[in-house]
């Protein structure tokens, strides 16, 4: 995996780069290229969208084929997979490198691959591990995860780390949506957590705003378990390292629910995950950390 943060050197050979579509995002990558002094060419399917990046010393082509036909490098950062087909329906892509921000799914990105190979272009696939506020904000710690041609990567890898930050996952296009989707994942398991515990102090006297930078403190506390989980993953042996065995943590779980129900709060958010532990569990997974829940969900 090779990482790059944001570019803010300034020494770079300015690179041509043709933009498809500027919505939120498209509009914070070109306002970073622009600002950064690369020949921009860009074009949105509402023109009016553009008129302000032509103020601002971008090319507004026409059509997508006139904007493609521009530059080598053209990123793509369109609504979904299926305003990618509309987009460069018909559209010459040979001797192209096609860099695709679009969010989608792995196999998405894959035929994607596929499909831009059939024409003749290299291909790239991005997801943007930022929103568009962070976009040219390298404290913001904004990155984009890219996979497939190595080679299109490492020849364009200075002019896509202006905008934000590059990690490289690998030669399989559909590992930086898989990447992606993954990390967005734990997130929003995060966020159901932070949901859960919010409700359950909703209705005392307990201001969230108190409440809160315990919860994110202790959060971040338990945020060291990923790396063991990993390393019990790799090593097949889900006792190693473990500090609160699934049994044990499983004889707790009715304090969790009896609280919530005390508290008028659902359970929806947290019960699925108490039932693979007590499935886990009822397999013989008693001494094993929580890792063995990766498992039933593969199943």
Known sequence: MAHNTVDTTGTLAKTPVTLLGLGAMGGALARTWLAAGHPLTVWNRTAARAEPFAAGGATVAAGPAEAVAVNRLVVVCLLDDASVDASLDGVD?????????????????????????????????????????????????????????????????????????????????????????????????????????????????????????LLSAWINAMAGSVARTAEQLESGDYTRGVVSSLAMQVAGTPTFLRTAEEQGVSTELIAPYFDLMKRRLAEGGGKEDLTGVVDLLRR
């Open 93 to 213: 892509l040979t001797g192209k490198d096609l860099v695709n921000l679009v969010t989608g799914t792995p196999g998405q990105a894959r035929a994607r691959a596929e499909w831009a190979r059939e024409r003749g272009a290299r291909y790239l696939d991005g997801g943007v591990m930022a929103v568009p506020p962070m976009i040219g904000v390298p404290e913001a710690g904004p990155y984009v995860l890219y996979s497939g041609s190595r080679e299109l990567f490492e020849e364009h890898r200075a002019v896509l780390a202006v905008p934000a930050g590059t990690t490289y996952v690998g030669e399989d296009a559909g590992f930086a949506a898989l990447h992606d989707v993954a990390l967005l994942s734990a997130m929003y398991g995060m966020f159901a957590g932070v949901a859960h515990a919010f409700a359950l102090i909703r209705g005392e006297s307990v201001a969230p705003g108190g409440f809160a930078p």
